[in-house]
C-alpha cells in the first residue's frame, strides 16, 4: 500500500508587510516554515506506515528552498520525497495547482493521499477537494482520526456540526484537521534520502493556465480610532448596546428581467444562505435560482426567484447535480458559503468544470458583467484583486460578510430527491454538545489567549445573565477551550453586534477580518501597544482577569 503526503513551505504572515506606493508584497527577510497542517498529514502518513507497513511519498511543489520542507518530512520516517519545480509551475492559481498534483497523483496511483486542512498563508482549502476531483479520488475533509480496512479507511470528519464517522472505499484522499496528531520532533541527525526533482515534462500544465488572475492588491484599512474609557463608562456603553432596536426595513425582490442566471448555493447554514440570496439581489440584473440542502420551511424570505431543493444528498451527488445544471443553464455567475461542505462542493464543481474559484471573499462587486473578487490573504491584513477568465466566474463568502437587504415575499421551490454516492458510508454522527448561543446577540464577548481558563465559565456566566454570546480566535479554539463552531475571524465566521469586546485579544489581522461589521469594538488588554487597540472604538489597559471579575460581580447584584 502506497500513501503520497502533499506538503508546502509558507511564510509567516505575520512578517509580511506591504508596500502601499508600489503595491507589493514585501518577503524580503520573512522566514518560511512547515505548513503546520501539512506536518500533522506527515505524521499521519508516518503512523500509518509504522501500523500497516505503507511505502510512503511526500510531495511539494514549490522553488528549490521546499527541499527543507521534503527533507524535514523524510526525517520524520516518510521514504521518498519528490519536488515539483519548473519556471513553468509560477504564477499557478490554485486550480492549476491542483491540476498538476492530480497529473502527478495518477503516474505514482497512491492508494491514500493526505495533506492539511489548508495552508496558513492562503486559508482557502481549496486544492485538496479539487486535486481530489481531478485525479479521480473519495475525498473527505478535515479529518481527525484514520483507520485503514479492507476496502478502505475508516475516518472521523470534524464538522461544523459534530463528528461524522465515515467509511470510505479506495483511492481516498484526505485532508487532516489539528486534532488529528500531535507531529514528532524532528530528528536533525536522520537520515535523508535523495529527492526526485520532476519538472513540467510530466504534465502539460503551467501557470500560466491558470483560470484566475489577480488584478490590484492593497492593505486592509481600518476606520476605528481608540479611546480609553473607565469601567464605568463601559457598562453604559454596555447598557445602551444591549437595548433592542428595531430590525432594518428590506428592500423586495424584483421579477427577473432576464433569464442569465446568478446561482446561489445553500449549504447547511440558513443565515448564510439568505446573507448570499440578499448579496445577490443587491447586485441586480438577473434571475436568481439558488440550489441547497436546507429544507425551505427555514429560508423563509430568501431573495430568490427559485429554490431547488436536494433532498437526500451529500456533497458529491449536491456537487454533480449542481453542475450538470450549471452546463444545462445560463448561469453567468456563482456565489456560495465558506462553511466545511460550501468549500467542498464549490471545489469540486470548480474541478469538474474547470473553473477558476476565488475563496472566502469579503466583498463582491461587479464590473464590465464580471464578479469582482476581494479575498483576504497572509492573515487576512492584504485584500487581493481577482477576476476570473472563465465562465461562469465563482466565489465562496464567510458567514457574516454580507448585510441583509433584500427578502421575497415568496419564491418557486422544485423538491430533488438524489442518492447518496455508494463509495461513502456513514457509520455514526455524534453532535456536539454545546451550551454556547449562536453568535447573532446584540453583545458578543471574545477570547484571547490573554484569558485565563480558569475565568472562562465565569464570562459564559456574564453573557447568559445579559443576553450576550461568547467566541474566541483561533488560538483559544486550538487548545480546545471553545469549541471550533464560535471561532471568529478569517478562519471562523464574521460578527456584527452592536458591541464587541475584545477580551486579551492581540489584533491579529486574521481576527480583524472577523469583526470588521461590529457596531463598536470594545477591547481590554493589560498591554497598551496591543494591536487591538488599533482596531477599537473603546479600550481599557487592564488586567482581563480583573475585568472579567469587576464585571462578574456587577451582573451577580
Not at 143 to 172: H, M, Q, T, Y
Not at 264 to 276: C, F, H, N
Not at 306 to 317: A, C, G
Not at 481 to 490: E, S
Amino acid at each position: 500500500m502506497k500513501i503520497m503526503v502533499l506538503v508546502k513551505q509558507v511564510p509567516d504572515v505575520n512578517a509580511i508587510r506591504f508596500d502601499e506606493k508600489t503595491k507589493r508584497i514585501i518577503r524580503t527577510g520573512v522566514k518560511l516554515s512547515f505548513n503546520s497542517y501539512d506536518k500533522k498529514a506527515v505524521e499521519a502518513a508516518v503512523r500509518l506506515s509504522e501500523k500497516y507497513k505503507c511505502e510512503t511519498y511526500v510531495v511539494s511543489m514549490g522553488p528549490g528552498d521546499a527541499r527543507d520542507v521534503l527533507n524535514d518530512s523524510m526525517k520524520m520516517g516518510i521514504n521518498h520525497a519528490i519536488l515539483l519545480n519548473d519556471p513553468n509551475f509560477a504564477g499557478s492559481d490554485t486550480y492549476v495547482t491542483s491540476r498538476i498534483l492530480s497529473s502527478l497523483i495518477m503516474h505514482i496511483s497512491p492508494d491514500i493521499v493526505l495533506s492539511g486542512k489548508s495552508s496558513l498563508d492562503g486559508e482557502t482549502s481549496q486544492v485538496p477537494p479539487e486535486t481530489a476531483e481531478m485525479a479521480g479520488y473519495n475525498f473527505v475533509s478535515n479529518v481527525s482520526s484514520i483507520e485503514i480496512a479492507e476496502n478502505g479507511v475508516i475516518v472521523a470528519r470534524d464538522e461544523d456540526s459534530g463528528i461524522r464517522k465515515l467509511e470510505v472505499l479506495f483511492p481516498v484522499f484526505l485532508s487532516v484537521s489539528e486534532k488529528i496528531n500531535r507531529a514528532r520532533q524532528i530528528d536533525p541527525s536522520a537520515k535523508v534520502e535523495n529527492i526526485d526533482i520532476y519538472d513540467s515534462r510530466f504534465t502539460a500544465w503551467k501557470g500560466s493556465d491558470s483560470p484566475t488572475s489577480v488584478v490590484d492588491t492593497f492593505s486592509m484599512a481600518n476606520t476605528r480610532n481608540n479611546k480609553f474609557i473607565t469601567f464605568q463608562e463601559f457598562l453604559e456603553i454596555l447598557e445602551s448596546s444591549g437595548e433592542v432596536k428595531e430590525g432594518p426595513e428590506y428592500k423586495i425582490l424584483d421579477d427577473p428581467a432576464t433569464e442569465e442566471i446568478f446561482l446561489g448555493l445553500a449549504v447547511d447554514d440558513p443565515g448564510t444562505s439568505i446573507e448570499i440570496s440578499s448579496k445577490i439581489a443587491e447586485i441586480g440584473g438577473h434571475r436568481i435560482v439558488v440550489i441547497g440542502n436546507i429544507n425551505p420551511s427555514r429560508l423563509n424570505g430568501m431573495a430568490c426567484h427559485k429554490y431547488i431543493y436536494l433532498d437526500n444528498s451529500d456533497y458529491v451527488s449536491f456537487s454533480e447535480y449542481v453542475a450538470e445544471f450549471i452546463r444545462k443553464n445560463k448561469v453567468r455567475h456563482v456565489l456560495a458559503p465558506s462553511n466545511l461542505n460550501g468549500r467542498d462542493i464549490s471545489s469540486h464543481i470548480a474541478a469538474s468544470i474547470g473553473l477558476g474559484l476565488t475563496a472566502d471573499c469579503v466583498d463582491i462587486k461587479f464590473e464590465s458583467g464580471k464578479m469582482v473578487q476581494y479575498k483576504p490573504s497572509f492573515g487576512g491584513g492584504i485584500i487581493a484583486v481577482i477576476k476570473s477568465k472563465t465562465e461562469p466566474d465563482m466565489a465562496t463568502v464567510r458567514k457574516g460578510m454580507f448585510p441583509i437587504k433584500f427578502r421575497s415575499k415568496s419564491y418557486d421551490v422544485q423538491t430533488v430527491n438524489l442518492e447518496k454516492n455508494e463509495n461513502f458510508h456513514e457509520i455514526d454522527n455524534t453532535p456536539i454538545d454545546s451550551n454556547l448561543h449562536p453568535l447573532d446577540t446584540p453583545v458578543i464577548f471574545g477570547i484571547g489567549t490573554g484569558v485565563q481558563a480558569g475565568d472562562i465559565p465565569h464570562i459564559l456566566e456574564i453573557a447568559e445573565k445579559i443576553n450576550a454570546s461568547v467566541g474566541a480566535t483561533r488560538r483559544v479554539v486550538d487548545m480546545g477551550r471553545i469549541p471550533r463552531q464560535f471561532q471568529i475571524g478569517l478562519t471562523g465566521m464574521s460578527i456584527s453586534p452592536s458591541l464587541y469586546v475584545a477580551l486579551g485579544i492581540s489584533g491579529s489581522d486574521n481576527h480583524i477580518v472577523g469583526i470588521r461589521y461590529a457596531g463598536k469594538v470594545m477591547a481590554v488588554n493589560n498591554n497598551p501597544d496591543a494591536d487591538i487597540f488599533k482596531h477599537s472604538d473603546f479600550g481599557m489597559i487592564m488586567d482581563t482577569h480583573e475585568f472579567i471579575e469587576n464585571l462578574y460581580t456587577f451582573v451577580n447584584k
